[in-house]
């Protein structure tokens, strides 16, 4: 059974570091992209980015370029995304996802972590 | 502002059949059959409900159903339900970008 797990909610202060993960288990962690997806509340769903683990080829967002890092381990099938300097609008829940592909176009997240809450607030 | 519109809110009545669109150009929607849908209640993860403008991944109802005309693309709920009151994501494949583009959104309200 395909599934990613996420790492718990944080409750964090401006200005502060912070690195989520999700970990995947089911499937062969390094032949699939894992994207993550922010959800601010009571709004829709914002692609942020996605990572190839097995080369750790990363493309982002140009709206989340410069604003996060994603990352992966391939030797522990996990997957991050992590922040230097957190900001207030940073609040959201963050969901990671699998993205499936079909006739080698890769676009469909077929399989998602259950979401982190990250609340930042002074 | 999303990049492929879909209205706010539709509703409808148990036992009735609902459509909702999803507009994007012919860079997206109108130019590949790379159209999916999600679903997902209020505090949980979304869900993958139809890939490739019509295609049900396994384990989802066959009331649920997806189609294309030119830029738009649209998810036919039928013999709606009370458990099928949801928020609904369309998102598609662009040649603008390496990554899929989402709809806004439609909150499906069952009256």
């Known amino acids: 059974e395909v599934q990613l797990v996420q790492s718990g909610a944080e409750v964090k202060k401006p200005g502060e570091s912070l690195k989520i993960s999700c970990k995947g288990s089911g499937y062969s962690f390094t032949s699939y992209w894992i994207g993550w997806v922010r959800q601010m509340p009571g709004k829709g769903l914002e692609w942020m980015g996605i990572?190839?683990?097995?080369?750790?080829?990363?493309r982002y967002s140009p709206s989340f370029q410069g604003q996060v890092t994603i990352s992966a381990d391939k030797s522990i099938s996990t997957a991050y995304l992590q922040w230097s300097s957190l900001k207030a609008s940073d609040t959201a829940m963050y969901y990671c996802a699998r993205q499936g592909c079909t006739n080698g176009v890769c676009y469909i997240l077929d399989y998602w972590g259950q979401g982190t809450l990250v609340t930042v607030s002074s | 502002q999303s990049a492929l519109t879909q209205p706010a809110s539709v509703s409808g009545s148990p036992g009735q059949s609902i459509t909702i669109s999803c507009t994007g150009t012919?860079?997206?929607?109108?130019?590949?059959?790379?159209v999916s849908w999600y679903q997902q209640h209020p505090g949980k993860a979304p869900k993958l409900m139809i890939y490739?403008?019509?295609n049900r991944p396994s384990g989802v109802s066959n009331r649920f159903s997806g189609s294309k005309s030119g830029n738009t693309a649209s998810l036919t709920i039928s013999g709606l339900q009370a458990e099928d009151e949801a928020d609904y994501y369309c998102?598609?494949?662009?040649?603008?970008?390496?990554?899929?583009?989402f709809g806004g959104g439609t909150k499906l309200t069952v009256l």
């Open positions: 490739d403008v019509s």
């Open positions: 012919s860079s997206d929607v109108g130019g590949y059959n790379y």
């Open positions: 998102s598609s494949y662009t040649s603008s970008s390496t990554l899929a583009v």
């Open positions: 990572i190839y683990p097995g080369d750790s080829d990363t």
